[in-house]
């Protein structure tokens, strides 16, 4: 470990801070349907979309409508995506002439990228076409997050509504959050990427001669416009088979800083709405405080495990830390960092590939997915996400001062807690459930690359990034099969939906509720007590469960890395 690398974490953390007020003013605007300086500019293209689509915005509905117009928004864009990518050959804007995608591929894309997922079981520049790129996955990009702020918001109105029977309009909150947050921004993200060397163009490849005097031919395509959203909006789906890692995505150690604040930007800022829109910006704070503890944490080990490097090459005279995997334009700290940060969010997007970690730094971005991904999280999913944490946090305190338990003015009750447990408990039942059937069937076990604990780990990753909904790989596993297509595909539409239905179902019980006013005998959820409880919960509820797994890959895998052996 080096100083200049301590020195990028903590930069990134306090730059990370600085912004999450303003990114979280701005998203209250929207939150609350207020004008910003951009209505200037965009308010008639919003007024035509709403007149073309026969929206009222002002019509709000109930959580249940709220839940089955974002479930059929989402089946429809799925079944889209999976007719274009199946007719990608007879399609314009295919210059390589790529064939179709096959069916069962097309399946696991479709629902890859409408859960926000965006897990890649191809080569981007190899299977699809520049309008597969642009129409069938950049568009995702958009709307998936899109419609993850939008959830957050739901949630945040039950929160703070009192003996309300709405908790918004989503197509309302989906046009709002589009137009004037993710493009704009992603319009300038995206002018700036090309300006660092990221290619934006509609050619297919272009032949270049190499310093050795060869020719080679590099794909090209409309790079850049997939880059800004695939890190804003936390889905982490590249354009090329290397990810951030390809030097076309990100080039140089500016780029690599600008899309791993990207990945936290609009997450951290939600974190202010939140307290804002319950009128205390103390609740936004106290969440941060709490992500940013467990962030540390795992950035620390995956920066020690990669820095103190493999024992079995230190025993063979090779000294330093581990570089297998790595860009040697990012380093250890960079790469550590990055990864943490993607499996902390929703992302997904690698510069370096994990697989190669060590066994314990590996351990990092699994276990970060395992906890549910609320350590800031992806758009909107991190943060409600943590609020069902938090809900099951003010239970228990309320059972050990033995009163009903109290979060931002409204009481706890059964219904909300078991809500919550059932969305909870969707990723160790279908994480587990899943990954052992893999690890028994042979369509499962032909998979791994690596055998032994590794080769669980990898299977066990994939079904982790998949529920997660997050798309990092352990890149061991050969998962372009039909079982893994067709069980990852599943996975990821549990992993995000499921989740979803009983989220929504306690923002309208909540939002019926009265106020209640904090008495002498309400638990402070602001204080260091409150975010220690919430870190002890979160640990506890995410991390315990996933104990006999982790036994069975990384930490074996540690163990006998340090006795020397390998599997």
Not at 37 to 66: F, M, T
Not at 82 to 101: H, K
Not at 161 to 177: C, L, P, S, Y
Not at 294 to 312: C, D
């Amino acid at each position: 470990m080096t100083m200049q690398g301590w020195f990028l974490i903590l930069a990134f953390v306090a730059i990370l801070v600085a912004t999450a007020k303003p990114m979280g003013l701005w998203l209250f605007a929207l939150y609350e349907g207020r004008r910003t300086p951009l209505h200037l500019i965009l308010s008639p293209v919003e007024r035509g979309l709403y007149a073309a689509a026969g929206i009222d915005p002002a019509k709000e509905q109930g959580w249940r409508r709220y839940a089955m117009h974002m479930l059929f928004f989402n089946a429809v864009l799925m079944l889209l995506t999976y007719a274009l990518l199946r007719l990608q050959a007879v399609l314009p804007l295919n210059p390589n002439g790529l064939p179709a995608v096959g069916e069962h591929l097309a399946f696991n894309t479709a629902i890859s990228f409408t859960a926000n997922t965006n897990w890649q079981s191809y080569a981007g520049e190899s299977t699809m076409s520049n309008l597969s790129q642009m129409l069938a996955l950049t568009i995702h990009n958009f709307l998936s997050a899109a419609t993850g702020i939008a959830l957050a918001f739901a949630l945040f109105r039950g929160f703070g509504r009192a003996q309300a029977k709405t908790v918004g309009n989503f197509w309302a909150d989906i046009i709002r959050i589009t137009l004037y947050l993710l493009l704009p921004i992603c319009l300038v993200y995206t002018l700036v990427l090309i300006a660092q060397g990221v290619p934006q163009t509609l050619a297919g490849s272009v032949s270049v001669q190499t310093l050795e005097g060869a020719r080679q031919t590099l794909a090209l395509g409309p790079v850049a416009s997939q880059e800004a959203i695939k890190m804003l909006g936390t889905n982490g789906g590249g354009f090329f088979n290397a990810n951030s890692a390809h030097p076309f995505e990100n080039p140089t150690a500016l780029t690599n800083l600008l899309q791993m604040l990207s990945i936290f930007l609009i997450g951290t800022g939600l974190t202010w709405t939140f307290g804002k829109a319950v009128g205390n910006p103390r609740q936004g704070w106290a969440i941060l405080a709490a992500m940013l503890i467990l962030f540390l944490a795992g950035t620390s080990v995956a920066y020690w495990a990669e820095a103190a490097g493999n024992p079995i090459l230190h025993q063979l005279g090779v000294a330093g830390g581990n570089m297998e995997g790595k860009e040697v334009r990012f380093g250890i700290a960079g790469s550590a960092l990055f990864a943490t940060i993607t499996t902390a969010a929703s992302c997904g997007a690698v510069n370096a590939m994990h697989d190669s970690f060590t066994a314990l730094g590996g351990l990092v971005p699994l276990f970060n997915m395992q906890l549910g991904e609320v350590v800031i999280g992806g758009v909107g999913a991190g943060i409600y996400g943590f609020l069902l944490f938090a809900i099951l946090a003010v239970f228990v305190a309320g059972l050990m001062v033995g009163r009903t338990p109290e979060y931002v003015g409204k009481k706890i009750e059964s219904r909300e807690v078991k809500l919550a447990v059932l969305a909870i408990a969707v990723l160790p039942l279908v994480i587990l459930g899943m990954t052992a059937l893999a690890s028994v069937l042979p369509a499962g076990l032909a998979g791994p690359l690596n055998k032994g604990p590794h080769g669980f780990s990898e299977i066990l990753y994939a079904f982790t990034s998949a529920v997660a909904n997050n798309g990092s790989a352990f890149a061991g596993l050969t998962a372009s099969t039909p079982f893994y297509d067709g069980l990852l595909g599943v996975a990821m539409w549990i992993g995000r939906f499921f989740v979803i239905v009983p989220m929504l179902a306690i923002a309208g019980s909540l939002a019926a509720k009265r106020q209640v006013p904090e008495s002498a005998g309400s638990f402070p959820t602001t204080g260091g007590l409150w975010v220690g409880l919430l870190v002890g919960i979160i640990l506890i509820l995410g991390g315990l469960t996933f104990l006999p797994s982790l036994a069975l890959g990384p930490i074996a895998d540690h163990l006998a890395m340090l006795g020397g052996h390998t599997f």
